[in-house]
């Protein structure tokens, strides 16, 4: 099979680290953390299990510290997993990947994965799912788009090709955190939605290619942007709890489509509202505005 690398971001994730480092290490050549400097044991912790860590001082972009170790890293792999520390494969895709690797189209750059979410323990398998993600691609042949939220990985040439099986997002740390997470969350997808909305970055659209769901996925998020804040985020749990079949998941599924479908996105209205308050449309004052009250540059 050919060799692969896997990136991990951390940052304090001692309670995830070893479970996502000996899920890879049956088919993964190297095992590289880029690590923000953890204050907890993830460092000692990956070093034990086998990974090799990096440290580069986070600089509140998801993108810009991915593109890094792209840059920077030893790697020697034709091909590189994006993985996140609280993720792990199925060992259903662990085996179609040393089965498929190998023999996939001349052109297929890139491989998506589907992505089952548990929380409270337990699989969200309607409302959301699946979400599919292009998370295997060849180095130096695709990046991590540049983007406060939401961002994808883009191949810079050839094609992505969609595995069957699927990779596990399960975060192991309580609702508190959770929530803490989320709002830290809410004003990177305001300064998202600002920008579709008022063209606050200034950015033209990437002319890179994303997955086929990414770029449907993106496409949905430029529709929900158009339409009225807070009713929005309401009309988006009716979808998911309601059309998606999300209440059939008992009270975890309640709590996951309320809590990260409307609590959530209500949080990013909230926080564009007092935005457009203060500075109207304003995009110069916008951007004092988060940079004051946010502590982030745009």
């Known amino acids: 099979m050919s060799e692969i690398s896997v990136i ?27 690590d923000s400097y953890s204050t907890d044991q993830t460092v000692e912790i990956a070093g034990n299990t086998g990974a090799e860590v990096f440290q ?12 890094w170790g792209l840059e920077n890293l030893p790697i020697k792999t034709k091909w590189i997993l994006r993985l996140d520390a609280d ?12 089965q498929k690797l190998d023999i996939l189209p001349e052109n297929a750059t890139g491989v998506v994965f589907k992505r089952r979410h548990l929380f409270l323990d337990k699989w969200m398998k309607r409302g959301t799912y699946p979400v599919k993600l292009l998370r295997l691609f060849q180095y130096k042949k695709a990046v991590c788009e540049q983007r406060w939220m939401d961002e ?9 090709i969609e595995f069957e099986h699927d990779f596990v997002d399960h975060n192991l740390n309580n609702l508190s955190w959770w929530t803490q997470k989320h709002n830290g969350y809410a004003i990177r997808e305001a300064i998202d939605l600002l920008d579709v909305e008022l063209g606050l970055l ?4 990437s002319q ?9 996925k993106r496409r949905t998020k430029y529709k929900y942007a158009k339409q009225p804040l807070f009713w929005r985020s309401f009309a988006y749990f009716i979808y998911r709890y309601f ?6 998941e008992g009270k975890e599924g309640f709590l996951w489509n309320f ?19 203060a500075c109207g449309t304003d995009k110069t004052k916008i951007k004092a505005f988060i940079n004051t009250e946010y502590g982030l540059k745009l």
């Open 8 to 34: 991990i971001l951390t940052y304090n994730e001692e309670q995830h680290i070893q479970r996502c480092i000996e899920n890879v290490k049956s088919f993964s050549k190297d095992i590289f953390l880029v």
């Open 56 to 67: 580069n001082k986070w600089e509140n972009n998801y993108a810009k510290q991915f593109n």
């Open 87 to 98: 993720e792990y494969l199925l060992p259903e895709l662990i085996d179609e990947i040393k």
């Open 152 to 160: 994808h990985i883009q191949l810079l040439e050839g094609d992505a």
């Open 202 to 205: 200034g950015n033209q659209e």
């Open 208 to 216: 890179l290619q994303l997955s086929k769901q990414a770029s449907a």
């Open 243 to 248: 059309f998606k079949l999300g209440f059939l």
């Open 259 to 277: 809590l990260q479908g409307w609590w959530y996105r209500t949080l990013v209205d909230a926080k564009i509202y007092e935005i457009k308050k």
